[in-house]
C-alpha cells in the first residue's frame, strides 16, 4: 500500500502542526499505522501508532517524548490518519513518516510495518 504524509512545516516553539497520513487507493482500516520520525544524525523513532479498525482496535501508543503533546486519530470516513501535535519543540524537528501494518495493533513491532510514505518534514525553530 502507497501512503503519503503531508502537513509539515515551519513553527515556532510552542506552535501546532496536524500531520496527516492516507492511501489515495487503498482502505487504511485494515492497518495499524504509525508515526516514526528521524532527525539528522539520529536513529528513526517510533512517534505513535493506533491500531486496525477493522478490529475495532482504537488502542493507541505514544513514545514518552510526545506523550500529553501529540495525539493520534483516525478519520475512516476520509480514509486519513492524523497527528496532532502541540506544544512543540527543538527537538521535535525531524522528518516524519507515517507506516502501516496489516491487521496490526498498535504495540506491533515496527518490522511488522511494511508500507511507508515519503515523508514529511516538520521544523521547530524561532
Known amino acids: 500500500v502507497q501512503l503519503q504524509a503531508s502537513g509539515g512545516g515551519l513553527v515556532q516553539p510552542g506552535g501546532s502542526l496536524r500531520l496527516s497520513c492516507t492511501a489515495p487507493?487503498?482502505?487504511?482500516?485494515?492497518?495499524?499505522i504509525g508515526w516514526f520520525r528521524q532527525a539528522p544524525g539520529k536513529e528513526r523513532e517510533r512517534v505513535s501508532c493506533?491500531?486496525?479498525?477493522?478490529?475495532?482496535?482504537?488502542?493507541?501508543t505514544y513514545a514518552d517524548s510526545v506523550k500529553g503533546r501529540f495525539t493520534i486519530s483516525r478519520d475512516n470516513a476520509k480514509n486519513l490518519v492524523y497527528l496532532q501535535m502541540n506544544s512543540l519543540k527543538p527537538e521535535d524537528t525531524a522528518v516524519y513518516y507515517c507506516?502501516?501494518?496489516?491487521?496490526?495493533?498498535?504495540?506491533?513491532?515496527?518490522?511488522?510495518?511494511?508500507?511507508w510514505g515519503q515523508g514529511t518534514q516538520v521544523t521547530v525553530s524561532s
Open positions: 507506516a502501516a501494518a496489516w491487521l496490526g495493533r498498535s504495540d506491533s513491532r515496527t518490522a511488522d510495518f511494511g508500507s
Open positions: 487507493r487503498f482502505s487504511l482500516d485494515y492497518y495499524a
Open positions: 493506533i491500531g486496525n479498525s477493522y478490529k475495532s482496535d482504537n488502542n493507541v
